[in-house]
């Protein structure tokens, strides 16, 4: 028999996305930051420092003094600007992700019914039908989901530019089209699929592998999926700065223009620049930031190299 969701199951779903979203709601301030160091703007300049090592190094505002610069200048309700297409994002991604997980479940459980649970062969099946059940029905979310992702994005870089171009869901969507046609909603689309595909790949692996060869005890086992999908995302996240870099690139913001960020011909060119650069990792670490752009020794201390990319002085 297919399956059926009941109203418990519905009333889960909502309980778990209105759950999710306060959580959002409440550390979106971090958020905000983190994306503007992904996409590259340092308006507060680095400090020279040492690391616990006694390394030279120039020292960056951690995450909480980048927020009490934002509010600084746009007041408290400015460190959530484009919380409300986030929340529209998540929610909808939420919903088409397990409405199509669903759809997937209920075509294959009948195949599955007849199955031995102790067999090899049967388990490691079963694990690669799940994870490509896992990664078609995120897919799915992340497509359906994007433009409001693109309008939440582009709602945070204005504050480099202090531009007002994108202030409500209905003139974003018109302010896209307008910039960049239809493509413009789908900016940074191929990174995200293919990050967050890898990070349920190398997940379910993983955690297959090691549930099945390695842990032998049963209690630690529940463990391994949350630990290997955090390796995994870590492993996985210049993904995320490029699709964040592409998602504001050329699309008409100062942020997304030299001198700030260079005109990307496509992603795997974005790739490269931040790669060459040792830029690929921005935004990982909110806490100890270290500047690690082009910089030179000028009498026994480090000095940012101040070009077309990474780091500006604010105005």
Known sequence: MPLKHTSKDTEILWSDIAGRILVNAISYPIEYAKVLIQIGYEPIPPKPTVTLFGKPALKLPNAFTYIKHIKSLDGFTGCYRGLVPKVCSYTISTIACDKTLEYLQSNSVEQNEDEDDGDETVRRKRCMNEIIRDVIS??????????????????????????????????????????????????????????????????????????????????????????????????????????????????????????????????????????????????????????????????????????????????
């Open 138 to 315: 995120r897919t799915v979310a992340i497509i359906v989901s994007h433009p409001l992702e693109v309008i939440s994005l582009r709602m945070m870089a204005q504050f480099v530019g202090r531009e007002t171009k994108y202030s409500s869901l209905f003139g974003s969507f018109l302010e896209i089209y307008k910039e960049n046609g239809i493509l413009g909603y789908y900016a940074g689309l191929i990174p995200r699929i293919i990050g967050s595909a890898a990070v349920i790949v190398l997940t379910g692996i993983s955690t297959y592998a090691i549930n099945n060869y390695v842990i032998q005890e049963p209690a630690m086992k529940p463990y391994t999926a949350s630990t290997m999908k955090f390796v995994a995302t870590t492993v996985m996240y210049p993904f995320l700065v490029v699709s964040h870099c592409m998602t504001v690139n050329d699309c008409g913001l100062v942020a997304g223009l030299p001198p700030y960020m260079p005109i990307y011909k496509n992603w795997l060119h974005c790739w490269t620049h931040l790669s060459t650069h040792n830029q690929l990792k921005r935004g990982s670490s909110l806490l100890w930031r270290y500047y690690t752009g082009p910089q030179m020794l000028l009498n026994g201390k480090l000095i940012p190299i101040m070009g077309n990319n990474f780091y500006q002085p604010s105005s």
